[in-house]
């Protein structure tokens, strides 16, 4: 009993991290790796370059984050909360491209959905050495991008400021960076 019920947790915690933190079924994926609509499982490229909404808020550290700042810039917005599994395995990544690819163009701003005070996320980045941009996201930004119900949930904004892709879970830092590079080539021709 004790094994089979190891063996289901195991399934369980695997299945978790593969597929993101759910709230609800917009953006989980089916039987064959397929989203509902029939999509690649966890990526969906806009059809039509599809406009961000702009905000201005303050980050965690009090700082005006401004999204049409970085225009020129490819972003990679990333909405995550602390609790989630699969966004703490994406915050590294999300790091290393900070640190090690501004010099060509590409950007990283993180959104937090968490319910906790901004202190309380804060004292998790200082934790990790995370030094990004990141503010709290309320329900109505959430919303402004096509309502969150899974995390992380990345956007892929184009130097243009129109979101290219949507990745949803967690994924290999070589896929955000192949998104991004793809974003800039796509607005420069190159």
Same mark, same amino acid.
């Given at each position: #009993?004790?094994?089979?019920? $190891? %063996?289901? &947790?195991?399934? $369980?915690?695997?299945?978790?991290? =593969?597929?993101? =933190? ?5 953006? @989980? ?10 999509? @690649? ?14 905000? +201005? &808020? ?6 005006? $984050? ?10 990679? &917005? /990333? !909405?995550?909360?602390?609790? =989630?599994?699969? =966004?703490? #395995?994406? #915050?590294?990544? $999300?790091?290393? %491209?900070?640190?090690?690819? *501004? ?6 701003? @993180?959104?937090? +959905? ?10 998790? &980045? /200082?934790?990790?050495?995370?030094? !990004?941009? +990141?503010?709290?996201?309320? +329900? ?10 899974? %995390? ?9 400021? @129109? ?16 998104? *991004?590079?793809? *974003?800039?080539? *796509?607005?420069?021709?190159?």
């Amino acid at each position: #009993m004790r094994r089979t019920f $190891l %063996i289901i &947790l195991a399934v $369980l915690l695997g299945l978790y991290a =593969c597929t993101g =933190c759910t709230g609800d079924t917009k953006d @989980a994926t089916v039987a064959g790796g397929k989203t509902p609509d029939g999509g @690649a499982q966890g990526v969906e490229t806009a059809a039509a370059a599809a406009p961000t909404t702009d905000f +201005v &808020l303050s980050d965690l550290h009090g700082n005006k $984050l401004n999204l049409a700042d970085y225009r020129g810039d490819v972003v990679i &917005l /990333d !909405f995550w909360a602390t609790w =989630c599994g699969p =966004c703490k #395995m994406v #915050m590294p990544y $999300l790091q290393k %491209i900070h640190d090690g690819h *501004a010099d060509e163009g590409i950007r990283v701003v @993180a959104l937090s +959905v968490d319910q906790k005070s901004p202190s309380s996320v804060r004292q998790f &980045l /200082d934790k990790y050495g995370y030094t !990004f941009p +990141v503010a709290m996201a309320g +329900v109505d930004l959430q919303s402004a991008y096509g309502g969150i119900s899974s %995390i992380p949930t990345t956007f892929i904004i184009g130097p243009d400021g @129109a979101v290219k892709e949507r990745m949803v879970g967690a994924h290999p830092l070589d896929d955000y960076l192949a998104a *991004a590079r793809r *974003a800039k080539q *796509a607005a420069t021709g190159t």
